[in-house]
């Protein structure tokens, strides 16, 4: 009930600055300054035509299916940085150095090599996420503490029951933190993907307000990538680490 309040005092707040910046003491163009009613009636208007539920359904499409590709790819790579010390020496500083490149760094690439299509935005994406996982998974395993893989080798464990029944429940917790963390990275790799191409998707649908000229419908599609995001993380990834610190007896809530 709180957050509620809260966004209702928000969005007050935001609709009496509008009519104090714009209406009163004109500090803004009304084309400039996008107001809460403005969006309400733009939401009400893509709604109606479609043009909002098929971006948006397209773009989670789009992502889901980039990040699905960037997590084999992440996890396969931290796990042979983890198993190798050559690659952990030498692999892992390149990665690192790669993952601090903005998503939008490789949209020239993809949009050279896939043209304009789904497949260079699905290359954006895993090329946001894949190497953001990768060093969260090898971090995880890395993390571990030392006593759980001496007692499984002690009692007999090979490398595949190290792994699967020791190192892997060991580190859940922190590797769903890391999943997490990459598919914000995704959500944010397809947003650049997107302005650039063709394709209807939510990045595209900000960019034709931009070009319009449309600040409202520019603040609707923000608003609509962040709420997306945010219930993705809550409902996914939040309900995921729940129940895995509850059922360890970390959380009891």
Not at 44 to 51: E, F, P, V, W, Y
Not at 94 to 112: A, K, M, N
Not at 208 to 219: E, S
Request: with cysteine; glycine share 8%.
């Amino acid at each position: 009930m709180s957050t509620i309040i809260f966004l209702i005092l928000l969005v007050l707040a935001w609709q009496g600055f509008y009519w104090l910046s714009v209406d009163i003491f004109a500090w803004f163009k009304p084309y400039a300054m996008p107001s809460p009613i403005g969006v309400g009636e733009t939401f009400i208007r893509l709604c109606q035509n479609g043009t909002l539920i098929e971006a948006t359904c397209n773009s989670l499409l789009r992502g889901i299916a980039g990040y699905a590709i960037a997590v084999v790819i992440g996890a396969v790579i931290g796990l042979l940085m983890n198993h190798f010390s050559y690659l952990q020496k030498n692999l892992k500083p390149l990665i690192l150095g790669i993952q601090t490149l903005p998503s939008i760094c490789w949209v020239p690439f993809s949009i050279l090599w896939f043209g304009l299509s789904t497949e260079a935005i699905l290359f954006v994406v895993v090329m946001g996420a894949a190497f953001s996982i990768a060093i969260s998974v090898d971090n995880a395993i890395r993390n571990i503490q030392p006593i759980y893989t001496k007692a499984a080798l002690t009692m007999g464990a090979n490398k595949r029951q190290l792994y699967f029944h020791v190192m892997l429940p060991a580190s859940l917790p922190e590797l769903i933190t890391g999943l997490k963390q990459g598919w914000s990275f995704a959500w944010r790799a397809l947003m650049s993907g997107e302005v650039m191409t063709t394709s209807v998707g939510l990045g595209q649908t900000l960019i034709t307000g931009r070009d319009l000229a449309d600040i409202n419908q520019v603040m609707l599609v923000m608003i609509v990538i962040i709420v997306v995001g945010i219930v993705i993380e809550k409902c996914i990834f939040s309900t995921a680490e729940r129940r895995v610190l509850k059922r360890r007896g970390l959380k009891t809530d």
